[in-house]
Each structure stands twice: as C-alpha cells, then as structure tokens.
C-alpha cells in the first residue's frame, strides 16, 4: 500500500491559509490590546491540533485553549513550548502536577479543584497558574456568585503561601449565538459584579475573558483582556443568526471529499440501502460514496444530506450505512474514482458543513468536529 493510498476513499482537506486568514480576521475586529486565545479543543474542531495551533499562533493568537488536560499536555509534547495553553474541564485526580511542570494555566470552578492544585503545587514546589471561571449565568461549569467568595478567598490564601497565582478570572455565555438574547447583558451584569469583587478582595489577574465566537464578532463590550474564538477560525457561523461565513468575512478550513467507489444503472422500483428506505423512481444511476457514520457522516442526515458530484448537488438515497451510502446520480455516469464533495468553503457549488447541520438537525460544529480518525487530513495553503 502506498502512502496516500487512504486518502483517494476520502479526506478531510485542512486549509491552513485559511485558518491563518480567518484568526486575522478576528484580529481585526477587536482592539490592538486585547489578546486572542485560539480554542482547539476535540482535536481542533476534528481539524488537526497541533497544525492548527501553530498556525493560529502565526496568524497572532498569543494563547492557545482547550478543554481537557490531556488534551493541553499533548500540545506542550508536541513541542508548543512558547504560547500559553489554558484548560478548563478538570475531573478529580487529573495531572494537576504535570499541568504545573507544563507551565499550564488551569480553570478552577470549586473548592476540590483548589485544594488538589495547590497539593500539587507542594508536591511539584512550583506556584500553579490558576484561573478562577463564574458561572454568570451559563449553569454549567463555573463558580457560583454564591461560592465565589470562599473561592476567591482560598485561592487568596494559597496565592499568599506561594502555591497558585491568580493569572486569570473568566467565565462562559450561554446564548452568545442568539444576538439580543436578554441573557447577554444579564450575564455581563454578573460577571462585572464578580470581577470586582473579586479585584477589591486582592486579586490581580492578567487576563479576563468571557468572548466565544459569536461575542468575539458581535459583542465588543464582552472582549476585556482576550478573546476565546474556535469556530470562527475553522471559517464556520456559529449561528446563521450571526451571519453566513461569508458575511462575517470567514472562509472554511475543512473540505470532506470522498471519490465515488462505483457507478452502475439500476432499474425502477430498486430499494437503495438499508431499510429499502429509497426505492429509485424509475431507471436511473447510482454513485457509491466511501464514507460512512462511522467517518462521521451522520446518519440522521439519511435521505438528506447533500454531496456534489460532478457538476450537481445530490441527495444521499436511504441510509447512511457504517462505511458508505448511495446518492442517485439520476443517469448521470461519471466514473468510478470522481469527486464527491461533502462540504466545503461552498464557491464551487459545493454544498457547507452548515447545510450538512440542517439535514442532520443539528449544528455546524457537530458536522466538523465529529469527523472521523479513519479520514486522514490533508493539509494545504500551508
Ligand atoms: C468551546 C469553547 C469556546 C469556543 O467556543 P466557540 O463558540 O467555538 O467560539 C470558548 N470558551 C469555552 C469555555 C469553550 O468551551
């Protein structure tokens, strides 16, 4: 088998320069002193971690942000050693110690978190970079107003014996997405009043942040001290009540291309797939696509999903099958080994992952990001 033998059944193809121009585009639209922290947490977006934090950092992002530890840890190993990374979802008896020895920033939401940083930080004999997250609102991870003192004041406490320094405080919106949603200002209301209290108490953090995408591109008064995009840099709305990619000045990273495994003639009345869910209306033509849900096509898009093949939009014909499933080509005959386009960028015709979101009923981000280990990523405009 030759090397690039995986990626003629199907890739993910990974556009770099895009990436690097959509970060500069954010950029561009806050102010020069704030910072930009490029979220590239779940493999980037199933773009590619560690090509995508690099080029992000290029393109003028300064930190790099993901959820898990591990997921953290894997970009110092990959030899990220300048840019500061921060995490967010800590579970009891995670790698606090090889956080501390990674120089991570580390979220702490409660009490346990605390108080297993700084045991950590005695065992390593290094001060932990910690940030303390509110929930203002989003109900999820997060310190509630409630807590937020006690929170404050141990993470004081532990600052003053040497063990974690306050680097940041920071919290998450909930509906960022939905612009005019009563819950925006509400949220910034509670997180104003946290960070104050907070500061009179004695902590000066070096960053405050709050701004996913959709804050980063609508909401100036929510940047402060950094902003945390991650799907606009892979080029795609957050919502179309944002705006389109395009609109918002944003460019698809990722384009999922398959070639068409076999074409062949049917008659009329043939059930196609699984189920027999299509039966084809009459004679006509049908193209074998090598992707299946286990590629991350997502069978709820069965009957819906749209590919180009040649010079047409099809309909995915039944089910979407583990490996494969079947578009009617409507007697059309390209050959086997032609282009199928999933989704891409959307200026050749192709179909978007935001197209794919509506068949699937769900949202873009669910499309990129569940794109499978089996489809190799292939890296271009690097
Ligand atoms: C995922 C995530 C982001 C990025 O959100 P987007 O909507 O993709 O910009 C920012 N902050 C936190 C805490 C996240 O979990």
């Given at each position: 088998?030759?090397?690039?033998?995986?990626?003629?059944?199907?890739?993910?193809?990974?556009?770099?320069?895009?990436?690097?121009?959509?970060?500069?585009?954010?950029?561009?639209?806050?102010?020069?002193?704030?910072?930009?922290?490029?979220?590239?947490?779940?493999?980037?977006?199933?773009?590619?971690?560690?090509?995508?934090?690099?080029?992000?950092?290029?393109?003028?992002?300064?930190?790099?942000?993901?959820?898990?530890?591990?997921?953290?840890?894997?970009?110092?190993?990959?030899?990220?050693?300048?840019?500061?990374?921060?995490?967010?979802?800590?579970?009891?008896?995670?790698?606090?110690a090889?956080?501390i020895?990674?120089?991570?920033?580390?979220?702490?939401?409660?009490?346990?978190?605390?108080?297993?940083?700084?045991e950590a930080a005695q065992a390593v004999g290094?001060?932990?970079?910690?940030?303390?997250?509110?929930?203002?609102?989003?109900?999820?991870?997060?310190?509630?107003?409630?807590?937020?003192?006690?929170?404050?004041?141990?993470?004081?406490?532990?600052?003053?014996?040497?063990?974690?320094?306050?680097?940041?405080?920071?919290?998450?919106?909930?509906?960022?997405?939905?612009?005019?949603?009563?819950?925006?200002?509400?949220?910034?209301?509670?997180?104003?009043?946290?960070?104050?209290?907070?500061?009179?108490?004695?902590?000066?953090?070096?960053?405050?942040?709050?701004?996913?995408?959709?804050?980063?591109?609508?909401?100036?008064?929510?940047?402060?001290?950094?902003?945390?995009?991650?799907?606009?840099?892979?080029?795609?709305?957050?919502?179309?009540?944002?705006?389109?990619?395009?609109?918002?000045?944003?460019?698809?990273?990722?384009?999922?291309?398959?070639?068409?495994?076999?074409?062949?003639?049917?008659?009329?009345?043939?059930?196609?797939?699984?189920?027999?869910?299509?039966?084809?209306?009459?004679?006509?033509?049908?193209?074998?696509?090598?992707?299946?849900?286990?590629?991350?096509?997502?069978?709820?898009?069965?009957?819906?999903?749209?590919?180009?093949?040649?010079?047409?939009?099809?309909?995915?014909?039944?089910?979407?099958?583990?490996?494969?499933?079947?578009?009617?080509?409507?007697?059309?005959?390209?050959?086997?080994?032609?282009?199928?386009?999933?989704?891409?960028?959307?200026?050749?015709?192709?179909?978007?992952?935001?197209?794919?979101?509506?068949?699937?009923?769900?949202?873009?981000?669910?499309?990129?990001?569940?794109?499978?280990?089996?489809?190799?990523?292939?890296?271009?405009?690097?």
């Amino acid at each position: 088998m030759t090397q690039t033998a995986p990626h003629r059944r199907a890739r993910a193809e990974i556009d770099l320069g895009a990436l690097r121009a959509n970060v500069r585009t954010l950029r561009a639209r806050v102010a020069p002193h704030v910072q930009m922290m490029a979220v590239v947490k779940a493999d980037a977006y199933g773009h590619g971690a560690v090509r995508c934090a690099r080029a992000a950092l290029d393109a003028g992002a300064t930190w790099l942000g993901t959820a898990t530890p591990h997921e953290a840890l894997a970009l110092r190993a990959a030899g990220l050693r300048e840019a500061r990374i921060m995490c967010w979802l800590w579970t009891p008896g995670d790698p606090w110690a090889e956080g501390i020895e990674a120089g991570l920033d580390m979220s702490v939401s409660g009490t346990w978190a605390l108080r297993e940083v700084t045991e950590a930080a005695q065992a390593v004999g290094r001060p932990a970079r910690v940030q303390l997250k509110a929930d203002t609102g989003l109900g999820r991870n997060g310190c509630q107003p409630a807590d937020w003192p006690e929170l404050v004041t141990e993470a004081l406490k532990a600052e003053a014996q040497g063990l974690v320094r306050v680097t940041g405080l920071w919290s998450h919106f909930a509906c960022a997405d939905e612009p005019g949603h009563p819950s925006i200002p509400a949220q910034l209301d509670v997180f104003r009043t946290m960070l104050d209290h907070a500061e009179k108490a004695g902590v000066r953090p070096e960053v405050r942040h709050i701004a996913n995408s959709p804050a980063t591109l609508t909401l100036p008064e929510a940047h402060f001290d950094l902003v945390r995009p991650g799907i606009a840099m892979y080029g795609v709305s957050p919502d179309p009540a944002v705006g389109t990619s395009a609109e918002l000045g944003l460019r698809p990273v990722m384009s999922l291309k398959a070639s068409v495994a076999l074409v062949k003639r049917v008659p009329g009345g043939h059930g196609v797939s699984y189920g027999h869910h299509y039966v084809t209306p009459g004679e006509t033509t049908l193209g074998l696509i090598p992707l299946g849900y286990a590629d991350g096509v997502p069978r709820h898009a069965s009957g819906r999903g749209p590919v180009l093949v040649g010079d047409r939009v099809r309909t995915v014909a039944g089910r979407v099958a583990m490996d494969q499933f079947v578009v009617d080509l409507d007697g059309d005959l390209p050959e086997a080994g032609t282009e199928a386009v999933l989704f891409g960028p959307g200026d050749r015709g192709e179909p978007t992952a935001q197209d794919w979101a509506v068949a699937a009923d769900t949202i873009a981000y669910e499309i990129v990001t569940r794109i499978g280990a089996r489809v190799p990523r292939v890296y271009v405009g690097e």
